[in-house]
T-cell receptor, first 114, second 112 residues
Framework: GENVEQHPSTLSVQEGDSAVIKCTYS??????FPWYKQELGKRPQLIID?????GEKKDQRIAVTLNKTAKHFSLHITETQPEDSAVYFC?????????????FGTGTSLTVIP | AAGVIQSPRHLIKEKRETATLKCYPI?????VYWYQQGPGQDPQFLIS???????DKGSIPDRFSAQQFSDYHSELNMSSLELGDSALYFC???????????FGPGTRLTVL
């Protein structure tokens, strides 16, 4: 099955700086890579996603890049704000059939210091 | 916009009791996913349903069962509860045409 690794496990940045979180995956058949933000005790919220036919996607201060050859993808947050503090999870899935599961990374706890 | 609804939001049970968690997907979503998340852990996939049929199965214990009904809501039945079953249980919904999964608010299960 798929194995997703995520680094770093914790990340502290000063407000206004950039944050980068990296994930690698093992299954070359995976073709969908979402990123979720989860605040303590709350639901994971989708913040951005990318499909394997795209190398980069951007939404305001958030961007995701995908390198299919190297099997890794990264989340970039620019101009960080204290409200960006949360746990971020990457995930991978392959649409081999409907309803297939997400394989999550182990999460990155991001702290933005005011 | 309507979101995924889960009930109950909190549940406290004793060991060896049973529990039923309910999930109501976003309107017009036909796919439901169940995840278990322990403290400090990533969500672990349990099971999914598409058009009322089981579509994928993960690390769901044999003590647990689930189904999706004709109105697309889903129920996760948990029997012979153990202390280790204490966790947040999330339901997510999606459609058969896209990969995106939208998570509900979760049910916090505490087993004493």
């Amino acid at each position: 099955g798929e194995n997703v690794e995520q680094h770093p496990s914790t990340l502290s940045v000063q407000e206004g700086d950039s944050a980068v979180i990296k994930c690698t995956y093992s299954d070359s058949a995976s073709n969908y890579f979402p990123w979720y933000k989860q605040e303590l005790g709350k639901r994971p919220q989708l913040i951005i996603d990318i499909r394997s036919n795209v190398g980069e996607k951007k939404d305001q201060r958030i961007a995701v890049t995908l390198n299919k050859t190297a099997k890794h993808f990264s989340l970039h947050i620019t101009e960080t704000q204290p409200e960006d503090s949360a746990v971020y999870f990457c995930a991978a899935s392959g649409r081999r059939w409907t309803g297939n599961q997400f394989y999550f990374g182990t999460g990155t706890s991001l702290t933005v210091i005011p | 916009a309507a979101g995924v609804i889960q009930s109950p939001r909190h549940l406290i049970k004793e060991k060896r009791e049973t529990a039923t968690l309910k999930c109501y997907p976003i309107p017009r979503h036909d796919t439901v996913y169940w995840y278990q998340q322990g403290p400090g852990q990533d969500p672990q996939f349990l099971i999914s349903f598409y058009e009322k049929m089981q579509s994928d199965k993960g690390s769901i214990p044999d003590r647990f069962s689930a189904q999706q009904f004709s109105d697309y809501h889903s129920e996760l039945n948990m029997s012979s509860l153990e202390l280790g079953d204490s966790a947040l249980y999330f339901c997510a919904s999606g459609t058969g045409f896209t990969d995106t999964q939208y998570f509900g608010p979760g049910t916090r299960l505490t087993v004493l």
